[in-house]
């Protein structure tokens, strides 16, 4: 079985922890594959570079990245530069770590999105000149051909956005990136954040929500999420959907996230829930 681990980039998220588990897992002779987001990163050197950064909400609610051209080359700059990092983190912890993007192989590929339905002082609009894929697919075969060689794959967007024969990078979320990635390979995917899991009173760490194996309990669980735990509920979903056998949303920074999460702590969700 193969566990995939996101890692957050929000900036209370310190990944040193989570780094040291996946070498452990390593150790052991486990396969695990590793996506990282960056977004607050993108957002950090927007503003240095004096470019706002255009935040736009959907008709149905979520609110996501508009990202344009020029966007688009930071967010490419700022990825690649984590991963970058990241997989040197691993590899001075004698993990054989290899970087890829969504573009390295169409690891991951669907179509562009260069308009969007977004909600403006309550008018809904076409926004266009935008940057964003939905992934369709995953390069399965690159990924298992890497962890069967004793590789750790360290994943991340841009994806690779078909568009007009084209292919293009593109701006993806990077929690769904995890889930398509943990779907395909079957695996138990780790959305390791800045909180311990879901809480039934998101004020009230007291009342995390431990398991959902039932589909009352996923509707209790869609009805604490708030905020961008909606979204990764969205993406524990779209991963159980598509052949992960369980989800754990858990703290990035407890004392040994990914053993401690796949030891019982966090959030688990389980495929029958959706049933």
Known sequence: M???IKVGGARAV???GALSDVAALDD?????AVVHGGSTAVDDTLERLGIEPEYVETPSGVVGRFTDAETMEVFEMVFGHLNT???AGLQSLDVDAVGLNGVDGKLLHGPRKSAVRVVEDGKK???RGDHSGTIKQVNGDLLESLLSDGYVP???PPMAGADDGDVIPVNTDADRSAAAIAGELGGTLVLLTDVAGVYEDPDDPDTLIETVETSAEWTALEDAAEGFMSRKIMA??????AGADEVVIADANADEPI???LDGGGTHLYQEALQ
């Open 85 to 87: 990092q990241l997989v």
């Open 236 to 241: 524990a979903e779209e991963a159980l959907d």
């Open 2 to 4: 193969t566990t995939v």
């Open 154 to 156: 360290v994943a991340a």
């Open 259 to 261: 053993l401690s999460a």
């Open 28 to 32: 052991d002779g486990e396969d695990v």
């Open 14 to 16: 310190d990944p040193a």
């Open 125 to 127: 609009k076409i926004k």
